[in-house]
C-alpha cells in the first residue's frame, strides 16, 4: 500500500501528529531537566563551590521532580540553586515559544511566497531610505504615511507588529488594484490612500463613501480647500466653484484630447476606433476649440452640435488662426447628409452629458461670482478634489475624465518646472475607475506618472471591467505599467487565476510515502514541483487579503489595513456619521 503523507511544510496529518508529539515531550522534558542541571552548577561555581553538581541521569531528574533543586546541590545556599535553575529552565521554555510561535507564521504564508526579507523593500528602514530619495525636504527620520502609500501587512504577522511592519509602495510607484465588489477596495484603500496622503489629492466614485469618510478629516488635516465636484448631487454638496474645461484647450491637440474624453463614452461598448467615433471626435474637436479661442463656453458647443449647418464654428476657427481645421468641419458640414447627421449624432450622443443643465451649471461661467478651479496650483497644494458621477450614458463621467486628465497632467507639467518631481507627491485615487473615469491613454499616462511625483492608484472590480474600457492591449499596457499591483478576493477570472498562479511560481515538495508489504514498512521520499499558489486558491483568495505583485519583489500576500480597525477609526466614523446625515436631509429636502 503507498499513501502520499502531506508535503512537508504543510500540517501533519492525524496519524503523523502522535509520534511527533511523543517525540516533542521527551526531548522537550531532556532539555528541561539539562537546561536545570546547567542552572544549578553553574550557581555552584559561581558562589565558589567549583563546577559540581550530581550525576546527570534517571536519579537526578527524580529528585528534581520529588525534592526540588535544592537536594541536589547541598552545599551550595538554597536561593542561588533556585535562580539558576529558574533562569536556565525560563529560558530554554522562552526560546522554545519563540520558536513555535515563528513556525506558526511561517504556516499561516503559504512556502514560497514573499516574506519579511523579500518585501525589505517596501518596509521599513528601506522605505524611509527610498521616500528621502525622492523627497529632498523630507525631514530626517520621517516614517509612517510620509514615506509611502500603505498597502498591507505581511499576511500572518502578530496584531502588535502591524504598525512598524506596514508594507508601503513609494513615491515613485504606480498602482493598480483589482479585487471584487466589497473586498475592501474603498475601507483599504482609497480611504487609507486620502488620509494619508502628504499633498494634494484627486479622488473619483461614483458613490458618496470615500467622500463622505475623508473630505471633512481631510479639511481638517491640512487646513487648505476640498473641492467636490458632484454635478448629479450623489453627495448633495452644494455647489460652491466651478470649472471651465476650455480654458486649457489652446491647441488641436488638446481640443482633440477634451474631445476624446467624451467619445470614449460611445466607444466604450464598441471598443474599437471605428469610422463613426473618430469621425464624432473630429467634429467635437473643432467646436470645442472654436468654443475655447472664442472665449465662447460649453453652452455654445452644445448648440453648434444640434445645428449641422450653422457657419459659426468656422467662422471663428477661421479667424482665430485655424484655416485647416474649419476646412474640415465645414467640408465635414457640407458632405452626404446621411454621413453627416450619423456623425452628428454620434457627437451628440457622446456628449449627452451637456444636454442637463444640472451638469453644465458646474463647467459653464455662473450668473453670480464663483471661484474657478485653478488646476495648475491644484498640483503644488495640499488641497483635496473628489470628482462624483453616476455610472450610465449621459452621466457626467466624461468630465470626471477631463478634468482629473487635467488635474494629472498639469501636475506634471509642475513637477516639470520644480526640478522633476513634485514634493509632496500628488495622489490620484480612482475608485471605481471603469465607470467615471475613464481615461482613454490612461494606460499609457502611467509610465511617466510614477518618475514625475503622482501616484495614481486604479481600483477596478475586475480584469474584465478594465478590457471593457481599455480594451485587450489597453489593458496590458495598464497592467504592466503599474509597478504595484494588488489583487483581492473574488478573482473569478479563471485566466487571470492561471496567469497570477503561474507568474507566483512553482516549488520543490517533498513527498513522503510508505509502503506496507508482507509485515514490513518502508518510508521513501521524494520531490514534486507544484505551484506555490494553484489557480484555485488565487481565486479563494480571503476577504481581507491580497496579493501584491510588486516589480523585481516575489510575490506576498498581504492583510489589507481597513481604516475601521486602523487609528483613525473614530474620526472617520464621526465623519462619515455627519456627512451621511447632511446627504440624507439634503435628499429629503
Ligand atoms: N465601519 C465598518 N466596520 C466594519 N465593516 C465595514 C465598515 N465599513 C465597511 N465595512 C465592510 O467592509 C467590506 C468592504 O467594503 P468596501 O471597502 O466598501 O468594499 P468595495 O471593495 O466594494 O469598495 C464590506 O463588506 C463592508 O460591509
Ligand atoms: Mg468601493
Not at 189 to 195: D, E, G, M, T
Not at 220 to 243: C, G, H, K, L, M
Amino acid at each position: 500500500m503507498t499513501r502520499p503523507l502531506e508535503p512537508a511544510g504543510g500540517l501533519l496529518p492525524p496519524e503523523g501528529r502522535f509520534p511527533m508529539l511523543l517525540l516533542a515531550t521527551v526531548w522537550g522534558g531532556l532539555a528541561l531537566v539539562a537546561a536545570a542541571w546547567l542552572g544549578g552548577t553553574t550557581a555552584s561555581w559561581a558562589t565558589g563551590h567549583g563546577w559540581r553538581g550530581p550525576a546527570f541521569g534517571v536519579q537526578f531528574a527524580h529528585a528534581l521532580v520529588t525534592e526540588g533543586p535544592g537536594s541536589s546541590w547541598p552545599r551550595v545556599p538554597g536561593a542561588a540553586v533556585t535562580a539558576g535553575v529558574v533562569v536556565a529552565v525560563g529560558g530554554v521554555a522562552g526560546v522554545t515559544v519563540a520558536a513555535v510561535r515563528a513556525g506558526r507564521t511561517n504556516a499561516a504564508r503559504p512556502f514560497g511566497l514573499a516574506g519579511a526579507r523579500d518585501l525589505a523593500v517596501l518596509l521599513t528602514p528601506a522605505s524611509t531610505t527610498r521616500a528621502q530619495a525622492l523627497r529632498p525636504s523630507l525631514p530626517g527620520g520621517a516614517s509612517g504615511a510620509e514615506t509611502g502609500l500603505a498597502l498591507g501587512v505581511i499576511a500572518g504577522t502578530p496584531a502588535r507588529r502591524r504598525e512598524t511592519t506596514t508594507v508601503r509602495a513609494s513615491w515613485e510607484d504606480v498602482l493598480l488594484a483589482v479585487m471584487a465588489p466589497r473586498a475592501g477596495k474603498t475601507t483599504s484603500l482609497a480611504v487609507p490612500s486620502v488620509l494619508d496622503a502628504p499633498g494634494a489629492v484627486v479622488a473619483t466614485s461614483n458613490k458618496a463613501d470615500l467622500w463622505a469618510a475623508t473630505a471633512a478629516v481631510r479639511a481638517r488635516d491640512t487646513s487648505e480647500a476640498v473641492w467636490t465636484f458632484d454635478p448629479q448631487a450623489i453627495t448633495n454638496s452644494p455647489r460652491t466653484w466651478w470649472w471651465n474645461p476650455l480654458t486649457a484647450v489652446d491647441s488641436v491637440e488638446e481640443a482633440s484630447r477634451l474631445a476624446g474624453h467624451f467619445v470614449q463614452e460611445v466607444r466604450a461598448e464598441k471598443s474599437a476606433r471605428d469610422f463613426w467615433s473618430s469621425a464624432a471626435q473630429d467634429l467635437l474637436t473643432a467646436l470645442l476649440l472654436a468654443a475655447a479661442t472664442s472665449r465662447r463656453s460649453l453652452h455654445d458647443v452644445y448648440e453648434w452640435l444640434n445645428d449641422p449647418v450653422v457657419p459659426t464654428p468656422g467662422v471663428l476657427l477661421r479667424e482665430h488662426g485655424y484655416p485647416a481645421v474649419a476646412a474640415s468641419l465645414t467640408g465635414r458640414q457640407h458632405g452626404a447628409p446621411e454621413t453627416r447627421d450619423g456623425i452628428y449624432e454620434t457627437a451628440r450622443t457622446a456628449a449627452q452629458c451637456l444636454r442637463d443643465d444640472r451638469i453644465m451649471e458646474w463647467v459653464t461661467p455662473p450668473a453670480g461670482e464663483l471661484p474657478q478651479l485653478d488646476t495648475t496650483a491644484f498640483a503644488t497644494s495640499r488641497e483635496t478634489l473628489y470628482l462624483l458621477s453616476k455610472d450610465g450614458a449621459g452621466a457626467a463621467g466624461p468630465l470626471v475624465a477631463a478634468l482629473t486628465d487635467r488635474v494629472m497632467r498639469d501636475g506634471v507639467r509642475a513637477a516639470e518646472r520644480c526640478g522633476g518631481r513634485l514634493d509632496p507627491p500628488l495622489v490620484v485615487v480612482l475608485d471605481e475607475a471603469a465607470n467615471v473615469c475613464r481615461i482613454s491613454d490612461l494606460p499609457d499616462l502611467y509610465s511617466h506618472l510614477g518618475s514625475r511625483g503622482i501616484v495614481p492608484l486604479t481600483i477596478l472590480q475586475s480584469y474584465r471591467q478594465g478590457v471593457r474600457v481599455w480594451g485587450e492591449a489597453g489593458m496590458d499596457t495598464l497592467w504592466s505599467a503599474a509597478t504595484v499591483k494588488l489583487l483581492g478576493a473574488g478573482i473569478d477570472d479563471a485566466k487571470l487565476a492561471e496567469d497570477v498562479s503561474r507568474l507566483i511560481g512553482e516549488h520543490d515538495v517533498t513527498i513522503r510515502s510508505f509502503s506496507e508489504g508482507d509485515r514490513r514498512r518502508t518510508t521513501s521520499t521524494s520531490l514534486r514541483r507544484q505551484r506555490i499558489l494553484p489557480p484555485e486558491d488565487v481565486r479563494a483568495l480571503a476577504r481581507g487579503h491580497a496579493l501584491l505583485l510588486a516589480t523585481g519583489l516575489r510575490v506576498g500576500r498581504l492583510e489589507l489595513l481597513p481604516y475601521y480597525q486602523g487609528s483613525r477609526a473614530g474620526d472617520v466614523a464621526a465623519a462619515t456619521a455627519e456627512a451621511t446625515a447632511a446627504t440624507v436631509g439634503g435628499v429629503s429636502r
